[in-house]
């Protein structure tokens, strides 16, 4: 399912159609580079646009990987 099988929390609400698959996708991507973020990830895309989730995905993987120019900006 999206890539986000690994993730439980993720999985449970993208089936229970509280996230979009791209919601799930980002926030599954970001877990990966910083398990630890999941929960608040999740509580973001619940309150937040999509340009904002993918925002913070975006420094979640950029502070996980602080030597990686790729994960800062992809």
Same mark, same amino acid.
């Given at each position: ?11 449970? #609400?993208?089936?229970?159609?509280? +996230?979009? @698959? ?5 926030? =599954?991507? *970001? !877990?990966?580079? $910083? ?11 619940? #309150?937040?646009?999509?340009?904002? +989730?993918? @925002? ?5 993987? =950029?502070? *996980? !990987?602080?030597? $990686? ?6």
């Amino acid at each position: 399912m999206w890539g986000v099988v690994s993730w439980r929390a993720t999985t449970r #609400r993208a089936r229970q159609g509280w +996230l979009s @698959a791209v919601q799930a996708r980002g926030v =599954a991507d *970001a !877990a990966t580079a $910083d398990p630890l973020a999941e929960s608040a990830l999740l509580d973001i895309a619940g #309150r937040s646009s999509v340009a904002e +989730l993918r @925002a913070k995905c975006r420094e979640v993987k =950029a502070s *996980a !990987a602080p030597g $990686d120019a790729d994960a800062r900006y992809d």
